[in-house]
């Protein structure tokens, strides 16, 4: 996370880096292979010294794995990519803050293997269905596509090898802006929003060289992940901001609870489509409308018919045989 001035009396970081994590998964639950539809999950749990943990507060990492595609049982019910995604939970739990109206939120570094050039962006969609069945209440999906950019029209990453670009695999991250405010009950009267910033901000070269060493993406990229003099053999980070939190939902202090969601992974994110049951409420929809508009036809044209008969008397026996005289 980037660091906030001194005098700052608004906000104030907390830098996970420096808590104390511990693996909170029992090893003999974990198993060797992920075979069918089993989801394998694996749990750490943070705090440190701070008055933000002073009540037994706690931050909780979830990182879940499924060898198949399915969908999580638990809300907002993110589709895994068969073994080429996984699921990240992010859950803060009797936090302490000094402020009446305190709200917490979350800043994120998103790394792509592929360079992102200043004045370029990671490409950011918001895809609305009228399908909420598989999460109540959420009718939009936001999806992070790390292979694409925003205000540009190449894509700007130097191989080291012959490789064509073309194979580079692209990466994505998918979420819905929702929290829940109870970890047993995620139902719509406990979802509060979870707005992702729309422009992310990059990091820069002070807090590289602060943050970046111990952590995974700098082991792995090794020179690539250090300021050079070309962007282009750098890899693609910016952070994104994460809000939590609805008007007049009595701020973080009401539940003391809020959890997360995240997916990432390679390849293109899901798509979620019509159910079964949706096609065939709005089938049966259809043909309710199809059939009401028939049925009224029907009786306009019996009704107009009927009028149309009205108009015209019967003749009587004595005016068909009345004498004309001469």
Known sequence: ????????????????????????????????????NHIFEVIFEGNNTDTVCANDGHVELKFAISAMEQRNPRMPRLKFVRGLSTQFEFAMASLH????????????????NESVIPGEDFRLESLFSINDEVTPGIFEMVNIKLGERDNSTTSTLKSHSNTPQSSWPTGFIQARPVCYTSERYREVKASRDAKLSKQRTVLNTSDQELLLPRTLPYLFYA?????????????GMRLQN???????????????????????GFGEPPIDTLSPLLIGLITLSAVVVLGSLLFGTMLILIFQRRYRFGEFQRLTETDTTSAVST
Request: no cysteine; charged share 20%.
């Open 1 to 36: 996370m980037s660091k906030v001035p001194a005098n700052e009396d608004f906000y104030k970081v907390h830098l996970l880096n420096e808590w104390s994590w511990k693996l909170t998964t029992p090893l003999d639950a974990q198993p060797h292979t992920i075979d069918g």
């Open 97 to 112: 803050t000094n402020f009446i109206r305190g709200r917490f939120g979350l800043q994120l570094l998103f790394v792509s």
């Open 223 to 235: 020179q690539r992940i250090k300021p050079t003099d070309d962007p282009h053999e750098v890899v």
């Open 242 to 264: 994460i809000s939590f939190g609805t008007p007049g939902d009595g701020y973080y202090a009401h539940s003391s609870f809020i959890v997360w969601t995240i997916s990432f």
